[in-house]
């Protein structure tokens, strides 16, 4: 499956069901970037409306704002995570993305995974 994430010129997701509206295949999809559609404005209620038929993967991550996306363990941010995952399936892909290379002073990742894998479970249930 090939799925087009919400970035770039496509934030939203009723930016990204516009650029997959013409395309009709059921190989092609949606990958919900959650930061980048809630800097878009769009509440993930309307992501997931725009996007329910054809989302694939989602990826989440949390940040302190807008203004300072340096990555934040996961409930630490400002990011409504909860609010995304409680739209989802139960067997939805949900991943984490932890950007440090771009973030230096961002807290390793290796010893945050117990816990976010802990917290998301826990959103999960």
């Known amino acids: 499956r090939v799925l087009v994430e919400t970035h ?13 509206a013409p395309v009709d295949h059921p190989a092609v999809g949606a990958l919900w970037d959650l930061q980048h559609t809630v800097l878009g404005g769009e509440p993930p209620q309307a992501t997931h409306r725009a996007l329910a038929g054809r989302l694939g993967h989602v990826q989440v991550k949390d940040v302190a704002s807008a203004a300072d996306r340096t990555p934040l363990p996961l409930g630490a941010g400002t990011l409504p995570i909860a609010a995304c995952l409680a739209l989802l399936p139960a067997d939805a ?8 290379p771009w973030y230096p002073e ?5 010893p945050l995974l117990g816990a976010a894998a ?3 479970a826990g959103l999960r249930r």
Request: glycine share 4%.
């Open 8 to 20: 770039d010129s496509h934030p939203t997701g009723r930016d990204l069901a516009r650029l997959l």
């Open 118 to 120: 802990a917290w998301l």
């Open 106 to 110: 961002a807290a390793p990742l290796a």
């Open 93 to 100: 892909w949900v991943c984490w993305e932890y950007e440090v």
